[in-house]
């Protein structure tokens, strides 16, 4: 057995981890299992129709990565829910109750934030007027789903390091008016060798010799190697005239996803269904974003596919990634299958700004501002509960962020000076460089909720603020 030394050595986290040993798992030179799956869910603990209870527990977990290519396996001393990365899914109906006993295991305080659901401010899991839940502590969330689509929990609490780790899972709200596809298959992705400070390494399993990881990757958004739920490059089994319902979540700190979408119908963004299917050859993920796709495996589909990405300025040189491989079985014809879109034309932009946020910063200095401020240290606009709001967010910097907002969705007015065609409705909308997007709020939502960043670095280095409704 070879020692491996684990350097923690951010120089920004939280407690320092000694360095230590791992051993080197035994090789037994046969290929490993690597089919991709959903992750498991959550139980349900209470019985009760309208009522979900489940339990999470934030703790270590020391996980493998296996590359199919090379053999060589990744060991990572990170961090899970319930012991598994992605996290449970958590499953509801639109109208559940949910309520959630969190349990934190780690050393540190660590919190779990609903990205995207419209929760009580108490239960939204920021540290702006608490301390989070103490290392050993437990907190019970409890709120309805009202919201219907693909949503995640995460921690809002040193969480550039602790998302990095692992701490990241699904939450699907259902429509029972929605048509159930063949299949849902829920794909969380990750970026491998995302953040130079994370406490991982390769082994080589024939030699058990340990290398660094690449450290190039992901410093502009390049994922460098995709995971999928925890998987480099997994197979997929899909059957031949199965509809499957592709429920997709970029959980990465800082990697945009430019997926190749052709012939997958999208279904939804953030926020449920779409007024209308949108067939996009590509499409991005920035971090923290969601989509649904309606996958009708055939022939010619052998792989999904992801492009090259560079956040300082989108299409870049490399090779196309296979995210997954298909293993197509039977003969038969895809099926088409039809989702009920209801096309609600968008709001006119009324022209006035209620709140401007001008996102600016430099990656040399990895310095990171909105209005020049830097979090806590913000200037905090004030909504009236009910009024509706327009929100303005501009990028002066030289690369792309997904702008994120807490406590209510919104809807997109125009991206780049470009109004949508239909209604859309979304929760982290990326904001291109030199670009703007106009967005509409409804006050409905009392509490300070943050607005920020989803590069998790850069919300880490101040590009967060507040937004009060009262
Ligand atoms: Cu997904 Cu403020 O977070
Ligand atoms: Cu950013």
């Known amino acids: 057995m070879i020692p491996l030394l684990l350097l923690a050595c951010s120089p920004h986290t939280a407690p320092v981890q000694e360095p230590h040993e791992t051993g080197v798992p035994e090789d037994t030179g046969e290929p490993r299992e690597n089919t991709l799956r959903s992750p498991a869910e959550a139980e349900d603990l209470d019985p009760a129709e309208g009522l979900v209870r489940v339990a999470l527990s934030a703790g270590s977990l020391r996980r493998e990565i296996w590359d199919p290519t090379t053999g060589r396996i990744r060991v990572v001393e990170g961090y899970a829910f319930n012991g598994q990365v992605p996290g449970p899914t958590i499953r509801l109906q639109k109208g559940d109750i949910l309520t959630v006993d969190i349990e934190n295991e780690l050393d540190q305080p660590t919190t779990v934030h609903w990205h995207g659901l419209s929760v009580p401010y108490e239960m939204d899991g920021v540290t702006w007027t608490n301390e989070g ?3 050993g502590g437990s907190f019970q969330a409890v709120f309805t789903a009202d919201e219907v689509g693909t949503f995640w929990y995460h921690p809002h609490h040193d969480s550039d390091r602790q998302v990095d780790l692992g701490l990241y899972g699904v939450v699907i709200v259902e429509d029972p008016a929605e048509p159930a596809a063949d299949r849902e298959l829920v794909i969380v992705l990750d970026a491998d060798a995302e ?104 022939p010619g589909g052998e792989a999904f596919q992801a492009w090259p990405y560079d956040r300082r300025g989108g299409d870049t040189q490399g090779p196309v990634q296979d995210l997954a491989v298909v293993a197509l079985r039977g003969d038969g014809r895809a099926a088409s299958m039809s989702f009920p879109h209801v096309f609600e034309a968008p709001t006119p932009d009324p022209g006035h700004t209620d709140v401007l946020w001008t996102f600016q910063g430099e990656e040399h200095t990895d310095t990171w501002m909105i209005n020049g401020e830097q979090y806590p240290d913000v200037t905090i606009p004030v909504l009236a509960y009910g009024q509706e709001a327009i929100i303005e967010v501009r990028n002066l910097s030289a690369t792309e962020h997904p702008f994120h907002l807490h406590g209510m969705s919104f809807e997109v007015l125009s991206e780049g000076g470009v109004a949508p065609q239909a209604r859309l409705i979304e929760d982290t909308v990326n904001v291109p460089i030199h670009s703007a997007v106009r967005l509409r709020v409804l006050a409905t939502n009392r509490g300070d909720w943050m607005a920020h960043c989803h590069i998790l670095p850069h919300a880490h280095r101040g590009m967060m603020t507040v937004l009060r409704v009262e």
């Open 195 to 298: 953040d130079p400070d994370s406490e991982s390494t390769w082994e080589d399993t024939q030699t058990g010799v340990g290398s660094d990881p690449d450290l190039t990757h992901g410093a502009h958004g390049d994922a460098g190697s995709w995971l999928l739920n925890g998987l480099l490059a997994p197979t997929v089994e899909l059957e031949v005239g199965e509809r499957v319902r592709l429920r997709l979540l970029n959980a990465s700190n800082s990697a945009y996803a430019w997926l190749d979408t052709t012939g997958m119908p999208v279904l939804a963004r953030d926020q449920g269904l779409l007024a209308e299917e949108w067939l996009p050859e590509r499409l991005l993920l920035a971090p923290g974003d969601r989509a649904e796709l309606l996958w009708l495996p055939g």
């Open 133 to 135: 839940i103490p290392a």
